[in-house]
């Protein structure tokens, strides 16, 4: 079987990262619920993967991707709190670039962005964390 591309890995790097804290469990209702797609009938707080995109940045033979990928908190209306506070927790985990990946491995690794906003339609509460990395094909 051939390694998964290095946005996959990134992602199951995160999943891995992500099981493995007491603390986020606790803030996501017990378990680490973070998914592809909203998952029918599923109360909040959970979490979903949202835009990813990998770039080539290859740099003298090396295979290099950079990385930007978005994690969506969802919490109930009126709780924007919540959501940050698992978002928050996301983003400190993800503060050292030690993440062993399937394939490639991890150069840099930063959180950019974390923001709040609510959904019109629904008024869930939402944090979203945007993570950049740069990987190395090995």
């Known amino acids: 079987m051939s390694d998964p ?11 891995t990262r992500f099981a493995a804290d007491a603390a986020l ?3 996501l209702g017990g378990s680490v619920r973070l998914y592809d797609e909203p998952p029918r009938g599923a109360a909040p707080v959970y979490a979903l993967f949202g835009e990813s995109e990998i770039r080539d940045d290859s ?5 290099r991707h950079r990385h930007r990928h978005e994690v969506a908190v969802i919490a109930k209306p009126g709780s924007v709190r919540t ?3 698992a978002a928050a927790r996301m983003a400190a ?3 050292t670039p030690d993440m062993p990946l399937q394939g490639c491995r991890l150069v840099t690794l930063r ?5 709040a906003s609510r959904d019109e339609r629904t008024g869930e509460a939402r944090a979203t964390l ?3 990395a740069v990987t190395e094909t090995i």
Request: net charge neutral; proline share 3%.
């Open 5 to 15: 591309s290095p946005l996959l890995a990134f992602r199951a790097g995160m999943l």
């Open 25 to 27: 469990k606790a803030l």
């Open 59 to 63: 740099v003298d033979g090396a295979g």
């Open 83 to 85: 959501a940050l506070d």
């Open 93 to 95: 985990l993800l503060s």
């Open 111 to 115: 959180v950019s962005v974390l923001k």
């Open 130 to 132: 945007t993570a950049e």
